[in-house]
């Protein structure tokens, strides 16, 4: 536990401040995590970041990051467009199956496309969220740092029912409601200091949807855990795991805020 108390303080220390400055250095850092994320991912499939695939899946991930700006720049040179750079993407990796004749299967091409689709629009829009308000992005991640520590204690105190013990067998139903609660009364708290919305019915709504989300994130990163046989999907953080077992759950949120028209 005095681990993972320290590296949850040094982390808050270096991630917090870059979280307030934005910008190109809040955007860059987006990248180095998006980066070692897709370490993690590969690494479940046995598949090495620095090999062929690998290099093509970093490529396209880090392209598909790109702001619309700096994306609209390297179309105007080069002529392609973001998706079009992902659809080559997901040809030379078919093509590369052919080559080592199978011992990079479909299988694995379809890992590493979906892996870099996972990552590419979580960590988009953490960039976005952050681009559209400093408030929207503290909204986001008060509610999911408190639907964890909301779901984890209420979890340990009254958890009795079982969530889902086939995917992750710690968690409860008392938790997963006790998450939604805390984050509800947390994000009224916020909303009276720095307004994300006009309308608190509004606020409770999307702050319901978003928890929900997010604990389905966390459910989604246990069930591809488990599949694969791995405890965490890093050791980067002592006694947290790697980044995607700290990202996993807002890698959902921030796309369902966006496609919700909350952010912005």
Known sequence: MKTRIITGVVAAL??????????LPFTLAVFLLAAVGMYELLR???ISIFSIPGLLALLALFTFLLKPEWAATITDYTGYTKIEVVYMTVLLLLIYTVVVKNRFTFEHAAF???AMLYLGIGFYYLIVTRDAGIEYIIY??????LTDTGAYFTGRSFGKRKLWPEISPNKTVEGFVGGIVVAVIAACLFQLFMPVTGSYLILIAVTVVASVTGQIGDLVESAL???YGVKDSGNILPGHGGILDRFDSLLFVLPVL????FVG
């Open 14 to 23: 270096l991630f917090i401040p870059l979280v307030i400055i934005g910008g």
């Open 258 to 261: 966006n496609l919700l028209h």
């Open 44 to 46: 479940m499939k046995k």
């Open 140 to 145: 986001a991640l008060i509610v999911v740092w």
């Open 225 to 227: 855990k488990r599949h």
């Open 112 to 114: 590493t496309v979906l």
